[in-house]
């Protein structure tokens, strides 16, 4: 298995830029979800998703969007990038089982708004 | 959000011997806990999870310790490598929120040669 993948490792963008952070994962879990570190914070919550066609907000959702086409795909769009969106982003996944199950991150995208 | 704290933000410990690292939360209703590892420029890392019916579960070099009663959690990593060396977070599950987890700030661990 390889777990859970992200694209791209780190991007630049422009403010007002929009762009896709991509997010798979191959062990079919039903949860998977976006999150935020910055400096000197723990993982903050973006948005996070029990199923396919199924999304919810988490603590920090604004300026971002979430899909879930699919049990193994889930992307972050960012559709108006602003400065305060320069972070480094990890998408996560687990089996839902009552909420007691391991989440499994990737390696993270690191993205920088100019 | 949640309260889920770390009492040190650095810890520095010699090669060999114990390290331990602690994390405060603030919710009586949290019911599960997960410690991961983090690297530099890597994700986070599972190491050991405890559930709130436990007050301690062990792994290869790493024991978890639940003090329900003063809501305080801790990572206790034995005879420290210096591979051990990494940010440390601690992450709650709430019962009944859903299914969302709430992280600590993290802790630095260095380890001395």
């Known amino acids: 298995n390889a777990g859970v993948t992200q694209t791209p490792k780190f991007q630049v963008l422009k403010t007002g830029q929009s762009m896709t952070l991509q997010c798979a994962q191959d062990m079919n879990h039903e949860y998977m979800s976006w999150y935020r570190q910055d400096p000197g914070m723990g993982l903050r919550l973006i948005h996070y998703s029990v199923g396919a066609g199924i999304t919810d907000q988490g603590e920090v959702p604004n300026g971002y969007n979430v899909s879930r086409s699919t049990t193994e795909d889930f992307p972050l769009r960012l559709l108006s990038a602003a400065p305060s969106q320069t972070s480094v982003y990890f998408c996560a996944s687990r089996r839902l089982a009552g909420g007691q199950e391991t989440q499994y991150f990737g390696p993270g995208t690191r993205l920088l708004v100019l | 959000g949640e309260s889920v704290g770390l009492h040190l933000p650095t810890l520095s410990v010699q090669e060999g011997d114990n390290s331990i690292i602690n994390c405060a939360y603030s919710n009586s209703a949290s019911d599960y806990f997960i410690w991961y590892k983090q690297e530099s420029g890597k994700g986070p890392q599972f190491i050991i999870d405890?559930?709130?019916?436990?007050d301690k579960r062990q792994g290869q070099r790493v024991t978890v310790l639940l003090n329900k009663t003063v809501k305080h959690l801790s990572l206790q990593i034995a005879a420290t490598q210096p591979g051990d060396s990494a940010v440390y977070f601690c992450a709650e599950n709430i019962e009944n929120t859903g299914n969302q987890f709430y992280f600590g700030t993290g802790t630095s661990l260095t380890v001395i040669p």
């Open positions: 405890i559930r709130s019916n436990m």
